[in-house]
């Protein structure tokens, strides 16, 4: 059973709010960041103001990479979640909410974001909520085939750790495969770097031995001269 209003409230702040941002109203508390939306206030709030919202439909926001993301199986409550590129996020499903910046690269062949063009895994037509909005206002001029009827959303554990990984095989391209290198030269680097900072340390023990038996080669050397008789010329 579908929904027939065309743009819910809650869905533009889904897709509108800045989530992780300080709850004004719990500003001295810790783990204070907005990150659950209220369905039925229409509004972000933070674990502190869940007393006010006991009763009401509540959908957490996770974040990886300063994008903000939700679980596949919380959004399916509300919306149509399918042909979006799902990640796995310490085993669960999830998908981003708003497209995420990327080149713009020549479209060859291979699997796109119907809305941005983002390389993508087959079959997925869309890298992110927003796209599929978009392509489905453009095609079917609203949202009644897309929202979903749910009259309870209970709120899910937290993810404690983010590790972000494509459900597939082949995983996401483009700015994520760039970022996957960045990572992968970023601790080469550091490989070398830890490499190098131990050979000066061995170069400079072993040039340290080397200066100290330079120092004591002379000496011995000379003192060994004290008890030999001195040769001189012979007379002619």
């Keep these: 059973m579908m929904e027939t209003r065309e743009f819910p409230a809650w869905l533009e702040v889904l897709l509108k709010e800045k989530f992780f ?6 500003q ?39 994008n903000d993301v939700l679980r596949v199986e919380d959004g399916s409550k509300l919306m149509d979640c399918s042909l979006i590129q799902p990640y796995i996020v310490n085993g669960s499903k999830v998908v981003f909410i708003n497209e995420r910046p990327h080149p713009r690269q020549f479209r060859g062949s291979g699997n796109f974001c119907s809305t941005c063009d983002r390389s993508l895994q087959s079959p997925y037509l869309f890298c992110s909520l927003s796209c599929k909005i978009s392509d489905v206002i453009m095609r079917q001029r609203g949202l009644s085939g897309f929202l979903r009827v749910c ?4 709120l899910t554990e937290d993810v404690t750790t983010s590790t972000l990984e494509p459900s597939g095989s082949d995983g996401d391209r483009g700015v994520d ?9 970023t601790a080469a680097t550091e490989i070398v770097r830890k490499k190098r900072s131990s050979l000066t340390t061995t170069c400079r023990r072993v040039t340290t031995a080397v200066s100290s038996a330079n120092t004591e080669a002379p000496a011995y050397f000379f003192n060994r001269r004290k008890n030999t008789p001195p040769q001189r010329a012979p007379l002619y």
């Design 21 to 26: 941002n300080a709850c004004l109203d719990h």
């Design 28 to 66: 001295e508390e810790k783990k204070n960041e907005k990150n659950i939306l209220c369905i039925d206030c229409c509004l972000s709030i933070c674990p502190h103001c869940l007393p006010s919202h006991t009763s009401h439909r509540l959908l957490r926001i996770r974040r990886y990479m300063y």
């Design 151 to 154: 009259n309870f959303l209970n």
């Design 177 to 185: 495969m760039f970022l996957c290198q960045a990572l992968a030269c």
